[in-house]
């Protein structure tokens, strides 16, 4: 009796394991991280700092209808914010623009002007607008004005420390010195710096 009742006992601890048939457990199936999202910065260069160079180029155009070579040198400052660049450069140029059959000769324009450009990463294009003055040769007198200068150029980054770019500038001086001489010239212009 006693060994039938510890059978029992036995049977009914038993039998809900055997009662749905065996367990099988499942595993879980492995889900795969994402792709880590590569994040691109945008490439801007460096255009921020000091930089000299030199430029050389034509002139046409103007009431004199002057035209010629026009050449010189540049000194500037820019500062880099991100993608939009702001500067500062201060121009000489020789020139030998002739016009009413060589009776008029503009033999020195100077400027300074303003910038603001669009930073690409190694090109940088901008517009650039300032004051500007020339002197004049007219039947053996010289005269000088001040007028407006405004235009648009690029620059591209051949390494850290050398650019080379190009400029289209229209000039426009309304009198020289009342004399009733106005000249409006457009000059194109290629040219190198160094940037420090």
Do not use: C
Request: aromatic fraction near 10%; charge should be negative; avoid cysteine.
């Amino acid at each position: 009796m006693k060994r039938f009742a510890v059978l029992a006992l036995g049977t009914m601890i038993a039998a809900p394991a055997f009662a749905g048939g065996p367990v099988v457990v499942a595993e879980e199936p492995i889900v795969a991280a994402p792709a880590p999202v590569a994040v691109v910065e945008p490439v801007t260069g460096d255009w921020a700092g000091a930089y000299v160079g030199a430029q050389l180029g034509y002139g046409s155009g103007g009431d004199t209808d002057g035209d010629g070579a026009i050449g010189g040198v540049h000194a500037g400052y820019r500062w880099d914010l991100g993608r939009t660049v702001l500067g500062v450069q201060g121009d000489y140029n020789a020139a030998d623009l002739k016009g009413s059959e060589d009776a008029i000769e503009v033999d020195k324009m100077y400027s300074l002007k303003g910038q603001a450009g669009y930073d690409l990463g190694r090109t940088l294009v901008y517009a650039t607008a300032g004051v500007v003055k020339a002197d004049l040769d007219f039947a053996g007198q010289s005269y000088s004005d001040h007028g407006w200068t405004a235009g648009v150029g690029v620059d591209y980054a051949v390494n850290d420390n050398w650019t080379v770019g190009g400029e289209v500038l229209t000039n426009s001086f309304g009198d020289f010195d009342d004399s009733g001489i106005k000249y409006d010239p457009t000059t194109v212009q290629v040219k190198a710096a160094y940037n420090f």
